[in-house]
């Protein structure tokens, strides 16, 4: 199932930054011009010190292609879409921004590479090295709950509370997103 | 600002406006002071504020609206907890539970501008007429000094000021003379299976009135389906009192958030002279009112009264009867649900569409009024459930499939008789962030509303059984929980001794002073109160207003 821009817009919807949904339009299309392969790294960032906003964007993708089931396609345009909106200087896009840092250093000395480019089962088992997946998500944690709650579970969230994400599951209204008052009196399709 | 902790800093933040810190000092020569910015107090200000010098002190901060989705994704997110999502708890909402059961405060409120209707389901019945006879009629309780009729009028008025979508097709609602402003919902597509099961059982259904717009409504947007209704909605389609605290505003009014009231004062001549609140910047203050309106909640205005105790008023400001803090009732929840081996459309959106008020009347000494609800948000929200788990990819996906799709539930209110050892006091020796005692909750339930939780459940699971679901759980007598609704301890009688207003919900004991509260409930019925709250609301706007007038 592919995703949408409109999957990323009410994503963004959902979870409170509708601003970035405007800017994220202009974005994909400077993307497409530069075609798909030019977010594979960000040469401007070298693993130290915190990552700018492109980094953040090639590593939250590739986490995404871990945590996103095999059935959706369109992971990329969603995903920078998405972070368009959520980064956004807020003390929320500060803590994505020092989560993805952890991950990416954690990938760096464990697996000698970037996440972007892991081989997806060494994706996967690097979140579970860090304890991701048994952590429960807080933003005040550890870095196995706050690698849950800014990365892991920030794409999760912004996956199921779109409309595409939702009709994996069978709700294609799903809580969070504005899918109108209709959809709830509908019969199953 | 994005993100569901983004909203921390919203408490120190709000002091501070593009032109400086936020003015709260009392304002001079005001007619009237209203104590607590929710739907009570907000009705009441917004009542008097063209004509009159109106002041609204409310202990919560005033929030601002664009954090509304931040907190729809702390709705969302496994790390915050409900009272989370609107700042409730820490030491400002400190309380002590000492009852038979336990009550959970903090679920059941919200503090700041709006008051509880924030975080609300916005479900608005009528209470029926005999609701108001309860010892006449069913030999349990008591009567209230006000009937339907006297309250009619102000139902109506209280529907087009909170904004009800709702229809005339239910038989056992009490008599209306008009219809609702608003069109109702339509019905799920869940109650056109539970449609079916309680046709063959004989059991109607019908609309349900709903606070929450199906069109859009004076400058309101329609509902948009956001679905987390409870315990917010970013879309302003659900009532909550915001919208008159606005209203009172733009006439005039001045409304001082995060300006908790301490105590009351009074003369020698039972007369309300002042209400001290305290601000952030530690200081304290009095305002001064020809009127006062206490509309604080049904925990936090018996606990003010305590609070304000005298030498004249030992045992609390307006208690010449005894009576504050007495009689705590809430709703008592009964459910049943399980699962169907069909889809059934759940969590779309988060409010219910049909019902059952076909057994409520049946009500007497041995059963208690009850009503039945046909939920459309029965089952996990998928999103919630992605976000707790140890899983991702394909295998969360098939985890998700697997736990959302087919659940059906049913709940319902049962009334809990009034009793005076069921209470709201001061605890001996615990304190809020500002040194006053916390409340202290008390809180029992009778055996005749346990049977009815019984009764409650027995059709439920026969209406269930009937759509051949699979009973996967019971809220019965030992499940059950309070529905959130604080009502009957400021109650309301003709006589000084036997309540603490009259039937214009006046203090017996001050000539100056009204409650406007589900607090003045002699008896509680089984309707969701806020409605009530809201037509007793504008009647004391109007008794004050003729007082006043008198007055000058
Ligand atoms: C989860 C939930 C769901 C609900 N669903 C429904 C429903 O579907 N239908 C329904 O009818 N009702 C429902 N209710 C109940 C409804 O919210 C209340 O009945 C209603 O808000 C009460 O209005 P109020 O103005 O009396 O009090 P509140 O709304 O509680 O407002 C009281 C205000 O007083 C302020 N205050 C308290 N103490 C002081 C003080 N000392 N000084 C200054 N200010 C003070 C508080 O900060 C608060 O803002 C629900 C409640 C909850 C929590
Ligand atoms: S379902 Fe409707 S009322 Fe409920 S939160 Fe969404 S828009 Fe608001």
């Not at chain 1, 956004?88 to 840092?101: K, T």
């Not at chain 1, 892991?152 to 994400?165: K, M």
């Not at chain 2, 929030?63 to 994704?73: I, K, T, V, W, Y």
Request: hydrophobic letters at 35%; charged letters at 25%.
């Amino acid at each position: 199932m592919e995703l949408t821009r409109r999957d990323a817009a009410a994503a963004l919807a959902a979870i409170g930054a509708t601003g970035g949904v405007a800017l994220g339009v202009r974005r994909t299309a400077d993307r497409r011009g530069g075609g798909p392969g030019g977010e594979q790294a960000d040469p401007a960032w070298d693993g130290e010190g915190l990552p700018g906003d492109e980094a953040v964007r090639t590593a939250m993708t590739a986490v995404a292609e871990a945590v996103y089931p095999g059935a959706v396609s369109g992971v990329d345009a969603f995903v920078g879409a998405f972070l368009d909106g959520r980064l956004d200087g807020s003390p929320h896009c500060e803590g994505i921004r020092a989560a993805v840092a952890e991950v990416e250093s954690a990938a760096r000395s464990w697996y000698d590479a970037p996440v972007a480019d892991l081989p997806p089962a060494d994706r996967d088992e690097l979140l579970r090295e860090l304890g991701a997946d048994t952590a429960e998500e807080d933003p005040d944690g550890t870095t196995a709950e706050r690698v849950r709650y800014y990365v892991v579970n920030e794409l999760l969230l912004a996956l199921y509370s779109s409309p595409t994400g939702g009709e994996l599951v069978g709700i294609e209204n799903p809580q969070g997103h504005a899918g109108g008052a209709e959809s709830y009196q509908r019969g199953p399709r | 600002m994005s993100g569901a902790e983004s909203v921390d800093g919203e408490r120190s933040a709000a002091d501070v406006d593009a032109g400086g810190a936020v003015d709260r000092s009392p304002v001079p020569d005001a007619d009237v002071c209203v104590v607590g910015a929710g739907p009570a107090g907000a009705l009441v200000a917004d009542r008097l504020a063209s004509d009159r010098d109106v002041v609204v002190l409310d202990a919560g901060p005033r929030f601002d609206p664009n954090n509304r989705l931040a907190r729809q994704e702390r709705a969302i997110r496994p790390s915050y907890d409900r009272p989370d999502v609107w700042g409730v708890g820490g030491a400002r909402d400190a309380h002590e539970n000492a009852g038979d059961r336990s009550y959970p405060l903090n679920h059941a409120r919200v503090k700041g501008v709006g008051g509880s209707t924030l975080h609300w389901q916005g479900m608005v019945m009528r209470l029926h007429e005999d609701d108001f006879d309860s010892a006449s009629e069913r030999g349990v309780g008591a009567d209230w000094p006000v009937d339907y009729a006297d309250l009619r009028p102000y139902y109506a008025e209280a529907e087009r000021e909170l904004g009800v979508a709702g229809a005339s097709d239910n038989p056992y609602a009490p008599p209306r003379e008009e219809p609702h402003p608003m069109p109702p919902f339509e019905p799920s597509y869940s109650d056109s299976l539970f449609a079916e099961a309680c046709e063959s059982l004989g059991i109607d259904m019908h609309s349900v009135p709903n606070a929450r717009n199906s069109e859009p409504y004076e400058g309101r947007s329609p509902c948009v389906g956001y679905g987390t209704c409870q315990p917010v909605c970013p879309s302003g389609a659900k009532y909550d009192a915001t919208v008159h605290v606005e209203r009172a505003e733009e006439k005039g009014a001045t409304v001082i958030d995060r300006a908790p009231v301490e105590r009351l004062e009074h003369d020698g001549d039972d007369r309300m002279t002042a209400a001290v609140y305290a601000t952030p910047d530690g200081e304290r203050h009095r305002q001064e009112a020809e009127a006062f309106v206490v509309a604080a909640g049904g925990v936090e205005t018996p606990r003010l009264l305590l609070l304000s105790a005298s030498d004249r008023y030992p045992d609390g400001l307006a208690n010449g009867s005894g009576h504050v803090g007495e009689f705590f009732m809430d709703h008592l929840f009964a459910g049943a649900g399980g699962t169907l081996d069909e889809e059934t459309r759940q969590n779309h959106v988060g409010f219910y569409t049909s019902a059952c008020d076909q057994f409520y009347d049946e009500a007497d000494e041995e059963q208690a009024p009850f009503k039945l609800e046909f939920f459309n948000y029965a089952g996990p929200s998928p999103v919630e459930m992605a976000l707790a788990g140890d899983d991702w990819g394909d295998a969360l996906v098939d985890r998700l499939r697997d736990g959302y799709g087919n659940h059906v539930a049913m709940g319902g209110l049962v009334e809990q008789l009034p009793d005076a050892d069921s209470r709201v006091t001061l605890a001996d020796d615990r304190t809020d962030d500002r040194g006053n005692p916390v409340p202290r909750i008390e809180w029992s339930v009778d055996d005749r509303a346990l049977d009815t939780i019984e009764r409650a459940n027995e059709i439920q699971v026969a209406i269930l059984e009937e759509l051949g679901a699979d009973v996967e759980w019971i809220a019965g007598p030992d499940a059950t929980g309070p529905a959130y609704h604080h009502m009957g301890t400021t109650r309301m009688s003709d006589d000084p001794g036997a309540g603490v207003v009259d039937a214009d919900c006046r203090t017996h004991d001050l000539t100056n002073c009204w409650i406007a509260s589900s607090s003045v409930f002699p008896t509680s019925g089984a309707m969701n109160p806020t409605l009530t709250i809201a037509a007793l609301a504008l009647r004391v706007g109007d008794d004050v207003a003729d007082w006043l007038g008198d007055d000058s």
